[in-house]
């Protein structure tokens, strides 16, 4: 608001004739940078950041932008689910609400579109068309000439601005030119609009007395709100509107998209349909476009079955019954329709085998072999039904209404204005709403959660996954049915979907000692004992055996097969025959898999990471929204839809819902079982079971409790009085398999320091260049320092504006407002304890003296024995020879490594500690292995060391200080560490780093390849990591909090970039 301000300001002195004027605005700021805007009827708009990304924001005045796929140089919206674009190429999209289409059209530089949808495009010849829904773009006759920007108003005519910025409207009959010169315009309603002069004064159209009133603002681009309410982009890229809009007013709100939403991962089926419906086991079978039956066979074959129908439904059998457009009521069998008695308008058939219909009369009826249909009382105007396995019906009015069925009566569902709905066989509710999106019911929220799908039909199979067909008649479905369903109980993909299921006096103390214990889906108990050895328990001996593995915390997965966290935060899973390491960047501090086989990890900053079967990878979970918190935990349970619950500054949070909602218990354990059953441990040691009905914790079973683990029918194992294991049930299972399990297990992750894995890991990287935005500066960055809070800052080595800072919202380096340290030149930076900045300058070869400086109270302050810092009883020796190095953590401990000794032969170096307690440096009493040119320091203190090799000219060697002693940690074969270019015979400090989290990269040099090393510390040796883009040349590397390197590097061996991993 500021920059608008003062830019206001020199506006108003530029034009001051016109200041009285000016229509003044209240205007409210709003996050992120725009090259386009737009905003549709409906109050949604729609951006192009500064690198074409798609933004998208609701009515509100508290809502975020949310991310859309895509990248476009224009964009304008009618709708959240109807808004166009052009590319780069000039090619034409559409946008329906879940993704984009392109459109067959002339090529283009701008388009427009109406509240109504009409839409206009601005052809790169600079004619004018105009999109007819049957024939596509149609040339418009008298339109005229050099057109470069179109916009469309609610009565669906053009007005553009043409290429000398004169402007034109279309009143209907003719072509008007109206006074004033624009670069750009929006149309709004009742004959208004507003417009952008080439002086970047906005204007707004007066109808009435046809001439255009300034705004006092100062603008770049204009786009029409809802009311003729305008939002603006500065000169610079900052939007600014009048109104943030009001979001739509129901009863409850439909939610937005949540991280955890359930993805579907939709495929096209072949053919075309009206209706659908999936029986519990998963046939299927569609009514095509003229109400003709087809079954489906699998692999996109359907067979055609006799006869024509409105509604159809299907048996748990795959026996079809249907209903005519007269109502009549068939049931197929054999070959052929047999006529049952009735009336109806639609049907359903429960997982039960049940048969429902809805009468003419909106009344639901289920067929009684001895009474025949029994009626329910009918809600008003019910013109849909669903009923599921708890044979309660749900219907759907004609007003869209959405009720469902109790003894009490019928209650109201609302939220959505609905035109279809189903119920899947594990009871989750589906509906179509009435701008044609799909939306899931949450029986736990009691709300209705968002799915951006578009849908104008829908049938819901095993495992809660719909098939729908869209406005074309197209079919997508979310599964095909044909993937192994994986054994055990059923899942509840809601919390409280079962009630605790256990007294106190079903606890019976089992034969072991355990701290930790996990059960999956099929009842496999795995325990962590007090030495981190796992235990399987067996029902045959009623004891745990031991199982092959350290790890310090333990899940199962629904097949029974184990994941586990070892010591150093590496994440390994069981794959029935051996431990598989997974890769991640991050140190993980706890893993949890859900009874639907999601798995997610809990990192040592308490970010969430949710494992991507295709890549055998963990991705980071982010929000939707760019507004909203991230979801985090340092403990964390999975719901049966695989939605985590977490455990955050000893707080419960649920995260199901987006932010993330802190419940009202302090604890220290939390376990969510296969049907929603969710225990914890409170602070006290005492369990506590989550009441859904009431949305409150119940003390429940016994005292004294450290772990709990929830297993099949809500039965609980607990770990109370230390180490003791008790159990309330035991679960069966085959357990034939297990010995010959556990016997085959090799490459066992440990918790040691012995060698555990015979391979080397190796992965590619994706990279992102990050750019600079800002003037005079160049593209050669020097160094890169990140610290524990995530603050990322850079410097070249001279220059008055030298050191810049890294914007997260823009992406980009910007200027970083600090003056050059003394000297003009510097060779390091590092961010340290609450964001503070240390540089250094390495002494050249005795002559030039190296030197530290801290930024405090606003200056460059050196360290050179008595400085600000307090530092005095041990002063730093001058560095006068070769490289010094420095690493700052985030506990406030400053390292610096530093030579003594100069000329020919091993140089020796000391290696320096600041205690922010005692605001001292001290030497260390590190016995270092001479020769050292780089350092990295993980946040525990354990220090890595690079060395020159003086027996072994241009080879270096990295070495760990662990148990008071240095560990050689030798790169994989054919592999040289540290590489300089072109080669000399020593390293350069910022080769080897270290994150927050605990991560360590190294750069490595594989014949004529850069390649990054990262450290796995359960393997005990380098990881190789391929960089994408790839790289010539990596010249310096610093690590990110959650362990994502950013590199220095060259493409082309000429420029150097900075990049970051994605």
């Not at 006074?179 to 970047?200: C, K, L, T, W, Y």
């Not at 989750?428 to 799908?453: G, I, M, S, Y």
Request: neutral net charge.
């Amino acid at each position: 608001m500021k920059r608008l301000f003062l830019a206001l300001l020199c506006w108003a002195s530029l034009v001051a004739h016109a200041q009285n004027a000016a229509e003044r605005l209240a205007w409210t700021a709003l996050r992120g940078t725009a090259m386009d805007l737009s905003v549709g009827a409906d109050g949604t708009a729609f951006s192009l950041d500064l690198e074409g990304l798609v933004w998208m924001r609701r009515p509100g005045p508290s809502t975020g932008w949310l991310s859309l796929p895509g990248a476009f140089r224009r964009i304008d919206a009618a709708s959240e689910r109807n808004a166009w674009a052009v590319d780069a190429e000039g090619a034409v999209w559409r946008y329906n609400g879940t993704y984009w289409q392109p459109v067959p059209a002339p090529k283009a530089m701008d388009v427009g579109v109406g509240a109504a949808g009409m839409v206009y495009v601005v052809t790169t010849e600079g004619g004018l068309a105009r999109f007819d829904t049957r024939a596509g773009f149609i040339a418009v006759t008298g339109a005229p000439k050099a057109i470069t920007r179109v916009d469309v108003d609610n009565r669906d005519l053009p007005w553009v601005v043409l290429a000398d910025a004169s402007i034109q409207m279309f009143d209907g009959r003719t072509w008007a030119k109206l006074p004033g010169r624009a670069q750009d315009i929006s149309a709004g309603v009742r004959n208004s609009a507003f417009m952008v002069s080439p002086e970047h004064q906005p204007f707004r159209w007066n109808p009435a007395l046809s001439t255009w009133g300034p705004l006092l603002a100062v603008a770049e681009l204009v786009a029409a709100g809802p009311e003729n309410k305008p939002w603006i982009v500065t000169p610079e890229g900052s939007i600014f509107t009048n109104d943030t809009g009001t979001p739509q007013k129901v009863a409850r709100p439909t939610t937005d998209l949540s991280v955890f939403t359930k993805n579907m991962a939709w495929r096209r089926v072949q053919g075309k349909a009206k209706v659908l419906s999936i029986s519990a086991k998963g046939q299927a079978v569609a009514l095509g476009p003229d109400g003709e039956v087809w079954q489906w066979k699998g692999k996109d074959l359907w067979q055609r079955l006799p006869g024509a129908f409105e509604r159809i439904a299907l048996a748990p059998s795959g026996q079809p019954m249907a209903v005519t457009a007269q109502g009549r009521i068939f049931s197929y069998r054999g070959s052929q329709w047999v006529e049952v008695p009735g009336q109806a308008l639609d049907i359903a058939i429960t997982p039960q085998g049940v048969i429902w219909i809805l009468r003419p009369d909106g009344s639901p009826a289920y067929w009684d072999v001895v009474a025949g249909w029994v009626s329910l009382n009918a809600p008003v105007g019910a013109l849909r039904l669903a009923v599921g396995s708890s044979n309660a019906p749900w219907v759907v009015t004609r007003e869209g209404q959405v009720l469902s069925y109790a003894p009490e009566g019928w209650k109201a569902r609302d939220g959505v204005v609905a035109t279809d709905l189903a119920i899947g066989p594990d009871g989750d509710v589906f509906v179509v709403t009435k701008d044609r999106t799909l939306a899931r019911f949450d029986d736990f929220l009691q709300r209705w959660e968002a799915l951006n799908t578009e849908a104008v039909a829908l049938a819901v199979g095993p495992g809660d996954k719909p098939w729908v067909v869209n406005t074309r008649g197209e079919i997508y479905a979310s599964s095909l049915f044909e993937e192994p369903v994986p054994s055990g109980g059923e899942c509840s993909g809601a919390v409280g979907g079962k009630l605790p299921d256990f007294k106190q006096t079903d606890f019976r103390q089992v034969l072991g000692a355990a701290r930790s214990l996990a059960i999956g889906k099929d009842g496999n108990v795995m325990a962590i004992d007090t030495d981190s050895n796992l235990g399987q328990w067996r029902n045959t001996t009623q004891r745990f055996k031991a199982f092959p593995g350290q790890m310090v915390r333990v899940a199962v997965a629904p097949d029974g097969k184990p994941w586990g966290v070892t010591a150093k935060g590496e994440i390994w899973r069981h794959d029935g025959s051996k431990w598989l390491l997974v890769r991640s960047i991050f140190t993980a501090r706890d893993v949890a898999v859900a009874c639907n086989g999601t798995v997610m990890a809990a990192a040592s900053d308490e970010s969430l990471y949710k494992y991507n079967a295709a890549t055998d990878a963990f991705e980071k979970v982010v929000p939707p929204r760019l507004d909203d918190p991230a979801p985090k935990g340092k403990k964390l349970a999975l719901d049966g839809a695989g939605r985590p619950w977490t455990i955050r500054d000893d707080w419960i949070y649920r995260c199901d819902v987006q932010p993330c909602e802190r419940q009202a218990l302090r604890a220290k354990e939390i376990a969510i079982g296969p049907e929603g059953t969710l225990l914890a441990v409170d602070m006290d040691g005492n369990l506590q079971s989550f009441n859904v009905r009431d949305n409150r914790w119940d003390r429940s079973g016994p005292t004294g409790v450290v772990a709990v683990a929830v297993g099949p029918g809500g039965k609980p194992w607990i770990v109370r009085n230390g180490t003791e294991v008790w159990a309330s049930a035991t679960f069966n299972r085959k357990e034939d398999k297990d010995d010959t399990v556990a016997a085959s297990t090799q490459s066992t992750p440990v918790n040691t320091t012995t060698t555990v894995s015979p391979f080397t890991f190796s992965t590619t990287l994706v990279f992102d260049e990050v750019p600079y935005k800002g003037a005079g500066f160049p593209t050669a960055i020097h160094a890169i320092g990140i610290g524990a809070s995530g603050k990322v800052m850079a410097a070249r080595g001279t220059g008055a504006a030298a050191i810049v800072a890294y914007d997260p919202a823009q992406q980009a380096f910007v200027p970083g407002g600090l003056p050059m340290m003394p000297g003009g030149e510097l060779d390091g930076i590092a961010v340290g304890q609450a964001d503070s900045l240390w540089t250094w300058r390495h002494p050249v070869n005795g002559s030039v003296s190296g030197g530290i400086w801290a930024y405090k109270n606003n200056s460059w302050q050196a360290v050179n024995g008595v400085a600000a810092l307090g530092i005095s009883d041990v002063p730093l020796p001058a560095f006068t020879k070769r490289w010094l190095d420095l690493a700052a953590l985030g506990d406030g401990s400053v390292y610096v490594m530093g030579p003594d000794t100069g000329g020919a032969g091993v140089q020796e170096s000391t290696l320096y500690r600041y205690n922010p307690v005692s605001n001292l440096f001290a030497a260390t009493s590190f016995q270092l292995p001479g020769n050292e040119d780089a350092m990295a320091v993980e946040p525990t203190g354990v220090v890595w060391l690079v060395r020159s090799d003086t027996n072994s000219p241009y080879t270096r060697r990295a070495f760990q200080y662990i148990n008071n002693a240095f560990f050689e940690r030798p790169p994989p074969a054919g592999i040289t560490l540290c590489p300089t270019f072109p080669a000399t015979d020593r390293a350069l400090p910022g080769c080897m780093a270290s994150g927050a989290n605990g991560s360590v990269f190294a750069i490595g040099l594989q014949g004529a390849s850069p390649r990054l090393l990262r450290w796995n510390a359960a393997s005990l040796q380098w990881d190789v990591v391929m960089t994408s883009p790839v790289v010539t040349q990596i010249r310096y590397l610093a690590v990110a909090p959650d362990g994502r390197p950013w590199m220095i590097a060259s493409t082309d061996g000429v420029t150097f970039k900075v990049y970051k991993a994605r």
